[in-house]
Structure formats: structure tokens, C-alpha cells
């Protein structure tokens, strides 16, 4: 369906070269990350000779809005269990996926909640059949093995940053990474940093023989950083929430630079980015890669909701 031709740009920040992977550029609706966590999954869907494809997500969910897209051009149907009530989520990303063929299903927070439990699955197939389900953001095995798919072997940065909002992502990175490389993911949730753990059990899942490291918030306590890690130091007001300073920089940064960063991940993550080389936690010299996860079809339905000019 879409051909990785990876498109790179070079910025520059406090005299370090900086490579931006433009991952939003590989297709216009089924762009950033989101491609490489679907790919294998509607694959395999087809392998098991299912014609529905059923996934979870949020009211401003870019993996919702790239399934609907992915499964229109895969001619498979797609259902979407929406969080949230239906009179208070109406927006331009889920009316796009409606467009796109998507059959949107509401439930509350609660049931939400339970969308892993035996019984909620048991009650999915109940009321739409046979289907091949696909966890929220693309996380699991298929998910991991395709973003491994991210990062070309010849490329030999010494660190990788990824914004991380279920760790699949960056589960792939860490898995694809050559020895010597550090992957650093920035947390978009706030609270107990728990996709430290998230992404060390996808990696055991993929691969039950190998060990990987993968510290937490403790690594950019050191000198530099040194190895794998994910922070949620950068998390601010937390998941899609609005922050004032966060607004200000993704304007000074577009200006600056001319690439687009959408407000939930790839902001945080290039604020995250520039604090850290500020903070000399990157050792100067070192080639760095920011791998931009694409998002940006929902700034339209954050702003809308912050009312941001």
C-alpha cells in the first residue's frame, strides 16, 4: 500500500546537527508511525480471513483516524470502540473516519476500561461478529515487528528519540537498533512512568530470548544519557492536555524550522529533545535522530477543543 522512502531534514540547535525522520510525509492519511504499527496487523487480518477489523481509541486517536484510512484502501470493513459519550466527542477526527467507511461504536469511560477483559472481547464478537482485533495504537507483536521496519540499518545515530504514547514504537526502535545506539523515549502521560515496564514486556513478548535495557526517568539523572530510557519528565498537564508554554514553543519551532509538530507527541518530544541538549545531557558531536510520529490530522480538533488561534 505505501512504499518507505524515508525523507529526512537536517535542523540545527545550540551547534548540533539534528535529523528530523519526517515520518508524517510517507502518506497524507495514513502517516507517521501509524502505517508501521497497522502494516502487519491488517497482513495478518487477511491471513486469518477476517473481513472486519476492529480497534480502540480516544476522540482525537490518530491510530483511529489511520485505521479507517488503512482499511478503506485494504477493502476491509473497520469499527472503531470510541471512549467517550457520543454528544460530547463529535469532531473532525472521528467524522473522517466515518467518512473513511468506519462504523463508530461509543462507550463510557468505565466499559472502556475494560476493553482487554475476556468479557468485554466476549461481548465485541457478540455484536459484531467475527473480526480481527487490534489493541488501542496498533500495541502488540505485529505492532512492535513493523515499527522495526522504522530505522534503516545503514543509519548509525548515536541517539534516537521517539515521543511514546503505548511504547510500541518505541519497543520497535529499541528491537532494531544497532549496539551502541541509545533510544529515548518521551512519555506523553503523567504519573507513574509505567511504559518503562509497557515496553520492556512487548520486547520479551517479541523476542523471549533477548534481554533489553530500558531505564526510566532515573537515566537523565546522569552526567548524559547512556543508555535506553523513557522519561515522563516532559509530560506537563499530561495526555492532550493543553499548556501554555508548550503553545508558545510549537509556534517558535514551525517558525523557526518549517516542519509542522502536532500538539499531543511530537511537541512534547522536541521540547524534550532541545531541554536535554541545553541540559548537556547529549554529548556534543554525537549524531542525533527525532523521529517525527506524524499526528498532525488532529491539531485540528485540539485547537478546535482549546479554542487556539
Given at each position: ?253 514551525e517558525d523557526d524550522f ?24 547529549v554529548k556534543m558531536n ?24
Amino acid at each position: 500500500m505505501i512504499k518507505y522512502e524515508p525523507i529526512i531534514n537536517k535542523i540545527q540547535f545550540q551547534n548540533l546537527d539534528i535529523e528530523v525522520l519526517r515520518l508524517d510525509l510517507i502518506d497524507p492519511e495514513i502517516s507517521g508511525n501509524k502505517w508501521f504499527k497497522l502494516k502487519k496487523n491488517l497482513r495478518k487480518a487477511r491471513q486469518d480471513e477476517q473481513k472486519t477489523v476492529v480497534t480502540f481509541g480516544g476522540a482525537f486517536s490518530n491510530h483511529i483516524a489511520a485505521t479507517a484510512a488503512a482499511c478503506k484502501v485494504a477493502r476491509l470493513n473497520s469499527i472503531g470502540v470510541i471512549r467517550g459519550e457520543q454528544t460530547e466527542i463529535l469532531n473532525s477526527t472521528l467524522q473522517t473516519a466515518k467518512e473513511k467507511g468506519m462504523q463508530l461504536y461509543f462507550v463510557d469511560r468505565e466499559t472502556y476500561a475494560k476493553k482487554e477483559t475476556v468479557e468485554f472481547k466476549k461481548h465485541l464478537s457478540n455484536k459484531f461478529g467475527p473480526h480481527y482485533l487490534i489493541p488501542e495504537g496498533g500495541n502488540n507483536k505485529e505492532g512492535v515487528l513493523g515499527c522495526m521496519e522504522i530505522l534503516k540499518p545503514e543509519w548509525d545515530h548515536d541517539y534516537v528519540f521517539c515521543a511514546c504514547g503505548t511504547a510500541t514504537t518505541y519497543a520497535g526502535l529499541v528491537a532494531s537498533a544497532k549496539p551502541g545506539q541509545k533510544v529515548i523515549g518521551i512519555s506523553v502521560l503523567k504519573g507513574e512512568n509505567v511504559l518503562v515496564d509497557d515496553a520492556k514486556k512487548q520486547l520479551k513478548n517479541c523476542f523471549p530470548e533477548q534481554e533489553f535495557t530500558i531505564n526510566g526517568n532515573e537515566e537523565l539523572q546522569n552526567e548524559s544519557v547512556e543508555d535506553n530510557c523513557i522519561s515522563n519528565n516532559y509530560s506537563f498537564n499530561g495526555y492532550a492536555k493543553m499548556d501554555p508554554e508548550l503553545i508558545s514553543f510549537k509556534k517558535e519551532f514551525e517558525d523557526d524550522f518549517n516542519i509542522p509538530l502536532d500538539h499531543i507527541y511530537t511537541n512534547k518530544l522536541v521540547y524534550a529533545v532541545f531541554d536535554l541538549i541545553k541540559k548537556k545531557k547529549v554529548k556534543m558531536n554525537s549524531k542525533i535522530m527525532l523521529v517525527h510520529s506524524g499526528g498532525l490530522q488532529g491539531n485540528k480538533g485540539f485547537e478546535e477543543r482549546y479554542k487556539i488561534m
